[in-house]
């Protein structure tokens, strides 16, 4: 199969991973000519699907990708089509990133119903790939039931995540009242739903402690209005026991359905698509001030005249703004 635009679209469209895979690559090139193309590509396909979107973030160590896997495999042998859209970080220093998220869920990436993608952060802000909603896009025209995305750790990639995803679940570890405090408020405020993992063996009754400790600093959140009674709500699991894992996607089940009976659902995704496009068009103008020969030229010079304290940082900065306006 050739890689044009066409090409990809009616074989995501068919539901094929390779042509998936591709169009994925596609997109997240850097390339003019690759770039023209995905356009072409995320315009054919645009408006096909209807996923449900859900984020996973946690500590590192906290059993991410062996909670993916299990919960994955559940719902593929319940017929369900599971894409994960995996952040991997990338290195400062090198770019390189380790992708290794196939490695650690060698059974889902096996299975037919499942498709996982790593994807190198690149740098970007909060470790979210800068093209993790068009590889949603993707996913879902390609027929997917649930697609995961999960985030590199706990920290600025939920901020981001949330502005992409349908429901925002959190993966804890059993832990004491001191690592209940480090937990940011933010991050509280964020979740849908908490899991606290590794409920079996030795600490199942530490991470039913956890539940009730988590289940308590919820109630003292203020009440949102996306929210039925009950949520968000704090649950244990246990992925090395797949215990506790039908339950929690019941309950993601029950929270999407009611949202969308009570129009929060159908609002959430209008406000999302409206934030990407307000992001495509800061990154858009960031591009053309790192690629555009005159336009970085104009900036060096405005920048020695600072520099030096001939012109004001945001006198300067008005000029740069008029020039390209």
């Not at 993707?138 to 985030?151: K, M, S, Y």
């Not at 001939?310 to 306006?325: E, F, I, Y």
């Amino acid at each position: 199969m050739r890689n044009t635009a066409e090409d990809l679209a009616q074989g995501i469209l068919a539901g094929d991973r390779r042509a998936l895979a591709r169009g994925i690559t596609l997109i997240e090139s850097n390339r003019a000519d690759h770039r023209a193309e995905a356009l072409r590509l995320l315009d054919m396909l645009a408006g096909q699907g209807a996923a449900l979107r859900v984020g996973l973030s946690g500590t590192p160590g906290v059993g991410k990708s062996t909670f993916i896997e299990s919960f994955g495999l559940m719902l593929t042998g319940q017929g369900k089509k599971v894409a994960v859209l995996a952040v991997d970080p990338s290195s400062a220093r090198s770019g390189g990133s380790i992708l290794g998220d196939k490695t650690r869920m060698e059974q889902l990436s096996r299975d037919p119903n499942a498709f996982i993608r790593p994807s190198p952060s690149q740098a970007h802000l909060g470790g979210v790939a800068r093209r993790t909603r068009e590889a949603i896009l993707l996913c879902e025209a390609a027929g997917f039931d649930l697609i995961l995305i999960e985030t590199v750790g706990v920290g600025q990639s939920e901020t981001l995540v949330a502005d992409m995803v349908d429901l925002f679940v959190l993966l804890m570890a059993p832990a004491g009242g001191d690592e209940l405090q480090g937990v940011k408020r933010g991050i509280m405020e964020m979740a849908d739903i908490l899991l606290v993992n590794k409920a079996d063996g030795d600490l199942k009754m530490t991470a039913m402690r956890t539940v009730a400790d988590y289940a308590g600093a919820l109630r003292l959140l203020r009440k949102r209005p996306q929210d039925p009674e009950g949520f968000p709500k704090a649950m244990a699991v246990s992925a090395l026991e797949e215990a506790g894992l039908e339950k929690a996607w019941d309950e993601i089940c029950a929270l999407a359905q009611w949202r969308k009976e009570e129009g929060f659902f159908a609002t959430r995704r209008a406000e999302q698509a409206r934030h990407w496009f307000e992001a495509e068009v800061r990154e858009g103008l960031l591009a053309r001030l790192r690629t555009d020969p005159e336009i970085r030229a104009k900036m060096a010079g405005l920048g020695d005249q600072v520099a030096q304290g001939r012109t004001a940082p945001a006198v300067a900065a008005a000029s740069m703004l008029d020039l390209l306006g």
